[in-house]
């Protein structure tokens, strides 16, 4: 059985930013079409500029494209997995036995404009891979608005932020799902089996013998 939250919308911060980063790549291709249109990129006028420019445009295309296909869309709560389904690319799946606990994260709402040091995206189409977060350290996002927050803590690797709609029905329903997989995994090791203490009065029975 599992249940499936579905991811929040882009929080303000991150519209921006996206409609920004996007508004740029358009820009940097007028001065191409212009001249393309004039017929003066045909003899050459400015070609060099032209070309760096666009260059530039297509770059940020496919940072956006990028971007875009990690968004996650939905967090999913299985028996012994979370998953985090994305657009475009494969899931992130983490198993219960790598995860500590799971709390919200309500202190990072000021992420990036406060206590960011650095970060692979902090904004375009979400927030996205591993950030350093003073005084936290290191984390790993693949959230989209945060004012919904939640912190997945790991063994072996940084803490997991995400964002869920309904942060509150998923920590809940996670927190049981942790504990029901706790108790199906402590009650399937086999009990430790009781080595028999021998009679007290078997050496004296052997030595009879």
């Known amino acids: 059985m599992e249940t499936s939250f579905n991811a929040a919308a882009l929080d303000s911060y991150a519209v921006r930013i996206t409609n920004g980063v996007a508004m740029l790549g358009g820009i940097l291709m007028l001065p191409a079409l212009f001249l393309y ?21 297509l770059t940020l295309a496919v940072w956006l494209t990028l971007n875009y296909a990690v968004q996650p869309v939905a967090y999913v709560v299985t028996g012994d997995t979370l998953v985090v389904r994305r657009r475009w690319a494969r899931a992130l799946r983490i198993p219960f036995k790598q995860i500590m606990g799971v709390s919200f994260a309500s202190a990072l709402a000021d992420v990036p404009r406060f206590g960011l040091r ?8 979400g927030y996205h ?8 350290g290191n984390v790993f996002f693949a959230a989209t608005n945060r004012e919904r927050l939640v912190a997945v803590a790991r063994y072996d690797a940084p803490s997991l932020i995400i964002s869920p709609a309904r942060p509150r029905e998923f920590v809940e329903t996670f ?11 402590q009650s399937a090791k086999p009990a430790p089996s009781q080595q028999q203490s ?11 013998d």
């Not at 021998?198 to 009879?208: E, K, V």
């Open 175 to 185: 927190r049981e799902a942790l504990l029901k997989s706790a108790s199906m995994e």
């Open 118 to 125: 650095w970060s692979f995206n902090a904004g375009v189409f």
């Open 198 to 208: 021998p009679h007290p009065f078997a050496a004296y029975q052997r030595s009879i």
């Open 37 to 57: 249109l004039s017929g003066l990129l045909v003899a050459g006028v400015a070609l060099t500029g032209t070309i760096i420019t666009i260059a530039i445009a």
């Open 129 to 136: 891979g591993p950030f350093h977060l003073d005084p936290y």
